[in-house]
């Protein structure tokens, strides 16, 4: 019970985004506020850099090598 109400919290602090594709589904849950950059092209401009930035980081992890080592014999 206790986790359900801790999941309900997350989920009003921090909204959640589902992308998927072929191959992937992604679900985030995103910390930054973008509400404060009024322009919506450029609103989405830095959150899609910001993405950017998140995938390039978490390429250069050992955790991103963990995971392809999952697919090994």
């Known amino acids: 019970m206790e986790e359900d109400n801790m ?12 992308l998927e594709t072929d191959d992937i589904i992604m679900t985030l849950a995103v910390k930054k506020d973008y509400s404060k950059i009024e ?3 450029k609103r989405k401009e830095e959150f899609i850099n910001d993405l950017n930035e998140f995938i390039k980081e978490f390429s250069e992890t050992q955790e991103s ?3 392809m080592r999952y697919y090994e014999d």
């Open 7 to 18: 999941d309900e919290f997350l989920d009003e602090l921090y909204p959640e985004l589902t």
């Open 39 to 41: 322009d919506f092209d």
């Open 65 to 67: 090598d963990d995971f």
